[in-house]
C-alpha cells in the first residue's frame, strides 16, 4: 500500500482510514510472482458493510485455499475518499497487495442488492475499467459479477463478460481454473476464454446472446449467437454443505463492522415458500448441514477470530431440523467463554420462551417479528402461515419474559391489498400493545411498552410466484403509507416506512432487461453511487436518466406482466418451475396457503437439483 | 468458572506502525481484547453484569502516528511465563502490530514522564536554515491557545518540550524531540507541530499531497528520565 503515491497524506485528510489500509490480521498474503491468477474481489459498498458480507468471507477463503491463487478484496470508497482518489489520480487499489485492481486477471463483484449497481460501476471507473463489457480491451481484467441480484442478470448484462448464476464456491475455481490453463497453453484471448467458459454450469455470458423486442415492446427471443452455446442457464448450487469449504479463519478487521461476530450459516434454501420472497424460491432446495459440521465450525471460528457472539444465520433459523441439538452442542461452551448467540431470523410461529431464555440475544434488546401483513386474509395470500394467535402468543412470551420493545415488520402495497390490510396493521400494532396492558401489574415489564412497525414497499421480483404482478404506483404507495399514519392512533406505536421512491427504482432495476443499462450508465454518468445510501439517493436523477435514454418506467413498474410473456430473466433456470410459480400465483388469488417443504412437497422443481440433507424426494 | 489461583498483571510492550498508524485507539483496544481470547491468556473479566476483560493502556496514541515504544497491562488470573505472552499474542498479530516484550511491571502508568519522538517533515522549503529556525522556535518561548474546561488559556509549551534536534536527511527535516508525558503535563507532538506551523508558516493546506509529516514515538522514560519499564 505504500507503493501508492500521496496515499499517506491522502489517509490523514479522510474519515475512518482503517476501511483503506488492509494489514488485518487474517488477510492473506501471497507473493505475486508466484502465483498463476490474481483474483480481486469488489463489494459495491463501505467495508463495514462489505466486511461482514458471508458470501465473501466463504470465496475469499475458497480462492485463496488453491496455491496459486490469490485473491484479494476491495471496497467501495466513502464519498470523501472517493473524491480525494480522483484529484490525486489514486486508482481503486485491493487491500492486501495495494495494485490497482485494473492489473488483475479477474474481478468479480458480489451483487447483493439493486441499488449498489451504481456503486459497482463507479468502482470500475475509479479502477480505470470501461464498464461497458464491448470496450474492454485484451489487457483489461475479466469483470465477473454473482450474488442474489443477477437471478435476473438482464439490466447489468452489458457491463459484466461474465456472470456466475448461483452459488460461486464452485464456479469460481472453475473459471480461475479454466483462466489459468488457457494462459498457460497460449490459446486465451478474452473471446476465446469467455466462450469456454459458457460451458461451465453456472455461467452466464451475456454477449454471447442476443435479445429481440416485439412492437409492444415485450421481448421476442433471446438466443444464443453460437451454436453449442446453451440456451437456458442453469443454476449452479453446492450439493454437500457438510462437505463444501468454510472458512476457519476470517480476515479480522480493525475497525467496527456491521457484524463484529461468527456468521455460522446453517442452512441454504428455506421450506416456507412465501410468495413475495425472492430468496426462498432462488436459494431451493434446502440443504442443511448437520450440527456435527456446525458445531465444529463455530468452535474453529470463535478461537481464530475471538469474537464474542456467534450468529446462526439462515432464512428462518426456527425451521433448522436439528436447532435443539445445535444450540445445546453450542451451548456446552459458549457460556463458559462468554460467548453469546444470536438467532436474526425467528418466526413468530417457532418462538417460545424456552429459546429466548437459551438466546441471548433475545436476552437483550427488544425483539423483531416479521406478520408481513395486517390482515389474515392478505398474509394467507403471500403464504406468510403465521396467525395473529401466534403473534399474540410470541409477544405475551416476550413481555413475560422482560422485555417491553417489540419491532414488527410489515410490507404495503401487496397484491390484493385493499385498505382494510392497511388498518389491519394499525390494529395488529395495537393488539400488541393490549398483549402488554393485559399483563397484571406486577408481570408487565418497567418503562411501559414500545412498538415499533417498520414497513416497507413490495416489489414484485422475479421468481416469485408474483413475478408477474403490478408494482403499486407511487401515489397509492404514497396515499397507503399516509393512511396508516392516520390509522395509528395509539402513541406507544412508532410507525417508520420506506421511501418509496427507492421502491420504484429498485423495482425497475430488479425487473428490468437489458434495455436499461443505458440508464444505469448515464445516473453513473451524472454522479450515482452509493445510492443504497439514503444520502445519496436521488430519485430525480434517476427518472431524468431513464427519461433521457428512452425508457418508459412504467413498464417496468406498474405493468403488469403477461403470462405468455417472455420475461427478462427467463433464460435462468432456477430448478422451481414457471408452472410452479404460477399454480403459486392462483393459489394467492384464491386465498390458499401452501403447506411448507416439511408438511409436505409442493412440487416446485427444485428437487431435480440435487443436493444432500433436504426435505424434498 | 475458571479459579483465580494468582492474580497478576502483565506488561506488554508493543509497536503499531506502518499503515497501522491509522488504527484508531478505540480500534486497538477492541482489537487486542480479540487478540487476546485468541492467544488464549487467562484474561481475568471485571466483575458485574457485563463483564469486560480488565486492560489499560498507557498514553494513547493519535491516530496517523507510529510507534515502537507502546505499553498495555493485561490483567491475568494465572501468571504465565514472559517468553510465553509474547510467543501467545504475536501469534495472533502481524508485524506492523506486534508484541516487543513481557514483564511483570513494578511501576503504574502514572508514573510515565516523557516521550521521545521523532518526527519527519517533508516539505517544499526543507533548508539547513530552517532546521535553525525550527530548533529556535522550540528552545524559547511558545506560546499556544489549549482548549480546556475553564475556555481558551494561554500555555507556553517550551517547558514542555527537550532535547531538540532538528537536521536536514535526504531532503526531509528530521526533528527528535522529547516531550513531557506524564497525565499532569501532557504535549502531544501534533500540538507541537501545529504551533510550527503557526510560528513559521510551513505545512500550508494546499500543499497537502507535496508536504506533509510523519510521526514516531520511539522511547518512553519516567520522570527522571530512567527508561521506562
Given at each position: 500500500m505504500t507503493n501508492i503515491k500521496h496515499i499517506d497524506s491522502v489517509l490523514k485528510s479522510v474519515e475512518k482510514p482503517g476501511r483503506y489500509i488492509g494489514g488485518e490480521f487474517g488477510a492473506v498474503i501471497k507473493d505475486k510472482e508466484s502465483v498463476a491468477c490474481r483474483f480481486a474481489f469488489l463489494f459495491p459498498d463501505t467495508y463495514e458493510i462489505g466486511m461482514s458480507n458471508l458470501g465473501v468471507r466463504i470465496l475469499y477463503d475458497v480462492l485463496n485455499r488453491e496455491q496459486d491463487i490469490w485473491c484479494e478484496r476491495a471496497y467501495a470508497p466513502w464519498v470523501d475518499m472517493k473524491e480525494k482518489m480522483e484529484r490525486y489520480g489514486i486508482p481503486l487499489y485491493a487491500l492486501e497487495s495495494g495494485d490497482p485492481v485494473s492489473e488483475f486477471d479477474l474481478v468479480g463483484f458480489s451483487l447483493q442488492y439493486e441499488m449498489c449497481y451504481t456503486t459497482a460501476l463507479s468502482m470500475m471507473k475509479l479502477a480505470g475499467i470501461?464498464?461497458?463489457?464491448?470496450?474492454?480491451?485484451?489487457?483489461v481484467p475479466i469483470i465477473i459479477a454473482g450474488g442474489p441480484c443477477v437471478y435476473n442478470p438482464e439490466p447489468v448484462a452489458d457491463f459484466f463478460d461474465l456472470i456466475n448464476i448461483g452459488e460461486g464456491e464452485e464456479v469460481l475455481l472453475e473459471i480461475s481454473r479454466l483462466y489459468i490453463q488457457m494462459k498457460k497453453d497460449g490459446s486465451y484471448t478474452r473471446s476465446a476464454f469467455l466462450r469456454r467458459a459458457a460451458d461451465i454450469e453456472g455461467v452466464y455470458i451475456p454477449s454471447l446472446y442476443e435479445v429481440s423486442y416485439n412492437a409492444d415492446g415485450t421481448i421476442r427471443a433471446f438466443t444464443p449467437r453460437e451454436a453449442g452455446v446453451p440456451a437456458k442457464i442453469k443454476k449452479r448450487i453446492v450439493a454437500d454443505l457438510d462437505k463444501a469449504p468454510y472458512p476457519e479463519g476470517l480476515v479480522m478487521p480493525y475497525i467496527q463492522t456491521v457484524h463484529d461476530r461468527v456468521v455460522l450459516e446453517v442452512y441454504r434454501g428455506c421450506i416456507r415458500g412465501c410468495r413475495f420472497c425472492q430468496a426462498g424460491m432462488v436459494y431451493r432446495p434446502i440443504r442443511e448441514k448437520s450440527p456435527e459440521t456446525l458445531c465444529r465450525q463455530a468452535k474453529c471460528l470463535y478461537e481464530s477470530s475471538g469474537y464474542d457472539e456467534i450468529s446462526l444465520i439462515s432464512l428462518s433459523i426456527s425451521d433448522y431440523s436439528r436447532l435443539r441439538e445445535l444450540t445445546d452442542g453450542l451451548l456446552e461452551w459458549t457460556d463458559d467463554e462468554r460467548v453469546s448467540l444470536s438467532l436474526p431470523s425467528l418466526r413468530l410461529d417457532s418462538f417460545s420462551e424456552e429459546l429466548m431464555q437459551r438466546i441471548s440475544s433475545v436476552r437483550q434488546g427488544g425483539l423483531t417479528f416479521a406478520p408481513e401483513a395486517g390482515t389474515q386474509r392478505l398474509r394467507d395470500v403471500i403464504n406468510k402461515n403465521v396467525t395473529e394467535d401466534d403473534l399474540v402468543r410470541a409477544v405475551d412470551i416476550a413481555f413475560r419474559g422482560g422485555k417491553n420493545s417489540v419491532k414488527l415488520y410489515f410490507m404495503n402495497g401487496l397484491p390484493t391489498e385493499t385498505l382494510l390490510d392497511i388498518e389491519g396493521i394499525a390494529a395488529t400494532a395495537k393488539r400488541v400493545v393490549d398483549c402488554y396492558f393485559a399483563l397484571p401489574k406486577p408481570e408487565r415489564p418497567k418503562g411501559g411498552v414500545s412498538v415499533t412497525v417498520s414497513v416497507s414497499c413490495f416489489i414484485p421480483k422475479p421468481f416469485t410466484p408474483f413475478q408477474w404482478e403490478a408494482q403499486d404506483s407511487l401515489a397509492s404507495l404514497r396515499m397507503k403509507q399516509q393512511h396508516l399514519k392516520e390509522a395509528?392512533?395509539?402513541?406507544r406505536v412508532r410507525y417508520t416506512y420506506h421511501d418509496a421512491e427507492v421502491s420504484v427504482i429498485e423495482a425497475i432495476l430488479a425487473r428490468g432487461d437489458r434495455r436499461i443499462a443505458p440508464a444505469i450508465a448515464l445516473a453513473v454518468e451524472r454522479g450515482a453511487n452509493l445510492d443504497a445510501w439514503d444520502e445519496f439517493f436521488d430519485y430525480d436523477r434517476w427518472m431524468s436518466a431513464f427519461r433521457d435514454t428512452g425508457v418508459d418506467t412504467d413498464f417496468y413498474t406498474t405493468r403488469g406482466f403477461g403470462t405468455d410473456e417472455i420475461l427478462p430473466w427467463d433464460m435462468i433456470d432456477i430448478g422451481v418451475t414457471k408452472s410452479f410459480l404460477l399454480r403459486e400465483r392462483e393459489r394467492a388469488y384464491a386465498e390458499k396457503t401452501t403447506p411448507s417443504c416439511q408438511e409436505s412437497c409442493s412440487g416446485c422443481g427444485a428437487n431435480k437439483l440435487g443436493g444432500k440433507n433436504r426435505w424434498c424426494k | 468458572m475458571v479459579q483465580i489461583n494468582e492474580p497478576c498483571t502483565v506488561r506488554v510492550k508493543f509497536k503499531k506502525v506502518g499503515r497501522l498508524k491509522f488504527v484508531s485507539h478505540l480500534d486497538l483496544v477492541r482489537t487486542v481484547m480479540k487478540v487476546i481470547v485468541r492467544a488464549g491468556l487467562p484474561l481475568r473479566f471485571s466483575e458485574g453484569f457485563n463483564p469486560k476483560p480488565k486492560l489499560s493502556f498507557a498514553a494513547p496514541l493519535s491516530t496517523g502516528v507510529e510507534s515502537v515504544c507502546e505499553y498495555m497491562d493485561i490483567k491475568l488470573y494465572k501468571r504465565v511465563p514472559e517468553d510465553e505472552v509474547v510467543a501467545m499474542l504475536n501469534k495472533n498479530l502481524t508485524d506492523e502490530l506486534c508484541a516487543l516484550l513481557a514483564y511483570y511491571p513494578e511501576s503504574k502508568f502514572t508514573e510515565l514522564g516523557f516521550i521521545d519522538y521523532r518526527i519527519e517533515l517533508d516539505l517544499l522549503s526543507a533548508t539547513e536554515a530552517l532546521c535553525l529556525d525550527i530548533e529556535k522556535a522550540l528552545t524559547s518561548p511558545l506560546v499556544i491557545v489549549k482548549k480546556g474546561k475553564g475556555g481558551e488559556r494561554e500555555v507556553d509549551i517550551s517547558p514542555m518540550i527537550r532535547n531538540v534536534s532538528c537536521k536536514l536527511e535526504g531532503g526531509k527535516i528530521l526533528l527528535e524531540c522529547c516531550l513531557s508525558s506524564s497525565p499532569a503535563e501532557f504535549l502531544s507532538p501534533e500540538l507541537m507541530i501545529k504551533a510550527l506551523k503557526d510560528k513559521l508558516g510551513i505545512l500550508k493546506e494546499e500543499n497537502l499531497t507535496e508536504e506533509g509529516y510523519t510521526v514516531m514515538r520511539t522511547e518512553a522514560y519516567f520522570a527522571d528520565m530512567r527508561p521506562f519499564r
Open positions: 470501461p464498464i461497458y463489457s464491448r470496450d474492454r480491451g485484451e489487457e395509528i392512533t395509539d402513541r | -
